[in-house]
Nanobody, 115 residues
Framework: QVQLVESGGGLVQPGGSLRLSCEHR????????MGWYRQAPGNQREMVAT???????DYVDSVKGRFTIFRDNHLKTVSLQMNSLKPEDTAVYYC?????????WGQGTQVTVSA
């Protein structure tokens, strides 16, 4: 059974940093795309950052220059370093993977940016 297991959410003050991590478990195939989405209350889920198997990284405009996505294919992990956090970054963050033509999602981890 394929699982995406997240860790690293929490409460942080504006201007602070958090790092989210996600491990891909339970399959022998590699995910072509791994990344992070987020969903704030009352909003649709949006892409935050993705990292393809070819090495391409994409970010939503609102996080460019503040967030960095990392991927380790050997360890099957994807991480999101979030710096200069703002209250509008508050959301549930979901790890995402696409492998063998199928989308997979983690259970979500809460990130709250508040003074």
């Amino acid at each position: 059974q394929v699982q995406l297991v997240e860790s690293g959410g929490g409460l942080v003050q504006p201007g602070g940093s958090l790092r989210l991590s996600c491990e891909h478990r339970g399959s022998i195939f590699d995910m072509y795309v791994m990344g992070w989405y987020r969903q704030a209350p009352g909003n649709q889920r949006e892409m935050v950052a993705t990292f393809t198997g070819g090495g391409r990284r994409d970010y939503v405009d609102s996080v460019k220059g503040r967030f960095t996505i990392f991927r380790d294919n050997h360890l099957k992990t994807v991480s999101l370093q979030m710096n200069s956090l703002k209250p509008e970054d508050t959301a549930v963050y979901y790890c995402y993977g696409n492998g063998d033509g199928v989308d997979y999602w983690g259970q979500g981890t809460q990130v709250t940016v508040s003074a």
